[in-house]
């Protein structure tokens, strides 16, 4: 590789990491003002259907709507367990857990991502372990006084549910890197949203969601939130995700998750109120500090 190409494919790491680090990182605070509107599954699948049809068009538009047989079963491993279950928790969760907690149970996904390459394919190295359990210790500090004795069932077992979809969401990603590439990335792109609009969507309906909603009174600040998750979070950090799957580790993708809950939690402070005390300021350091040690680990 030349050293033009070199420096060219590390601003791109650069910028792809960066988009999904603030990209995910604001999620949570956008859900947070439309969910006191609308209910998580109509909020999920308008969203997805609007991104996975935007996606759609832009490939019809430009005549790269080009399918392989193999796209359809990674458009369901992506659309079934990265958008239904990742993001469903997710928004569903968001009615019960602060933000900046909500973000700090992702954390859990890097955990996996790295459990998964250690069985199934070799052990990391120790900088990278010391890195997880660096940034481990600081999710554990940040969650001190999160889920105490004062949570109810609802908090609980939201909080479990985020567990067990990033630990499905770490499965995902790891079959998708060990998929054949989507033909046209847009293509696979508005393929798996789709799929995941359609979960999202029958599962709003059995949860009795779309009962009673009237679009037509949602307000403009809501909308404006929906463009946001839509345009440049679903069609900027999506594709910057799925293009880091296939050029590094996913061990070293999920480190937005790390990244995240610091962003939630300075959004949640400066924005919603919510309370970040020095510990929280202590241990999104160590966090952060963690998060280096995984990425230079990796070099």
Known sequence: MSSHASTRRTLLLIGAFAMIYVGWGTTYLA??????????????TLRFLFAGSLALGWVLATG????QRSDFGSALVGGILLIAVGQGALIYANQFLPTGMLAMLYTTLPLWSVALEWLLDRRPPLWVLCGLALASGGIVMLMGKGLGGDAGFDQWFAGGLVVIATLLWAVGAWMLRQRPPFRSSWMGLSLQMLTGTLILAIFGLWRGDWSGVDLSSVSLDAWLWMAYLVVPVSLGVYPAYFWLLREVKPSLVSTFAFVNPVVALLLGFVIL??????????????????????IFGRR
């Open 31 to 44: 859900n947070h003002f439309l969910l006191r509107e609308l209910p998580p599954f109509v909020i999920a």
């Open 273 to 294: 109120g919510e309370r970040l005390e020095t510990a929280a300021l202590l241990a999104c350091l160590a966090t952060l500090a963690g998060v280096v040690m995984i």
């Open 64 to 67: 790269k709507a080009q399918v």
